[in-house]
């Protein structure tokens, strides 16, 4: 069965400060996608970054960035220099190449503190 | 623009009366899906689809049908409701050739059973 998990259920972060958001998931498969999610109040979803398997660069978005262990099946999300706009439920969400279905975390609740 | 639109946005109902929520999407994309979000489990997916006629159960089906008649339609179906059916939901598109993609998600519904 594929499971992802998200152990901290909620956050905070002084604002300009670093946090770091943590995922693992458990698979059998080797090649796989990786994404996460920010839901802000308004409960719209947006992609905020995303990881293929196969590459063994962690990805980049402008303040996001990824910590990708593959053999540790571990996926977390780094944001710097927090903004009070990145406040929101954030989940990490996993594709398996040979499968069409997605696995989402039960969420991290970031608080931004000013 | 770009969009996946969701109707209604909210509806309360009273157990075993029919229901469906529509979803459409203007970007011509083959996959679509339906998640439910609750507190605590994140979101969970309920059916996709992969194109027109093709659908698939995802981790949460009973209780829900589908259909997929249209590309860019993908209605979801509560046969007869019932109160732990009360969630947000939300429709979502993306390529499916590309499975690292990223997903369009609707606005949501949010839905109350009595």
Known sequence: AQTVTQSQPEMSVQEAETVTLSCTYDTSESDYYLFWYKQPPSRQMILVIRQEAYKQQNATENRFSVNFQKAAKSFSLKISDSQLGDAAMYFCAYRPNTGNQFYFGTGTSLTVIP | ?114
């Open chain 2, 1 to 114: 623009e770009a969009q996946v639109t969701q109707n209604p946005r909210y509806l309360i109902t009273v157990t075993g009366k029919k229901l469906t929520v529509t979803c459409s999407q203007n970007m011509n994309h083959e996959y679509m899906s339906w998640y439910r979000q609750d507190p605590g489990l994140g979101l969970r997916q309920i059916y996709y689809s992969m194109n027109v006629e093709v659908t698939d159960k995802g981790d949460v089906p009973e209780g829900y049908k589908v259909s997929r008649k249209e590309k860019r339609n993908f209605p979801l179906i509560l046969e007869s409701p019932s109160p732990n059916q009360t969630s947000l939901y939300f429709c979502a598109s993306s390529l499916s050739r590309l499975k690292a993609s990223k997903q369009f998600f609707g606005p949501g519904t949010r839905l109350t059973v009595l």
